[in-house]
């Protein structure tokens, strides 16, 4: 097996976790936005109507998006395609 699949995997799985979380926060901001746009009735101390819908997609999102950007840089640096 070459090494550097184990590498590739380390990577994406930390990189994964930070983007779940990076993911969510925008998320909940894109949220707040709508909220504020829409002039949604928030109660208080929730930053946003339907939050964690919110934060769930961009959950979701940055969950994909990151390890596909990180692991597709480090193939490119290397000369793979």
Known sequence: M????GRDVSVGCVT???GLFSG??????VGKIVTEVTRCPVT?????C??????????????VTLPALVLWRLRRGRGDT
């Open 2 to 5: 070459d090494p550097r699949v």
């Open 16 to 18: 994964g976790v930070g």
């Open 24 to 29: 969510a926060m925008l998320g909940v901001f």
């Open 50 to 63: 339907n939050w964690q819908v919110y934060a769930g997609w961009g959950g979701l999102v940055g969950l």
């Open 44 to 48: 208080e101390g929730i930053p946003a």
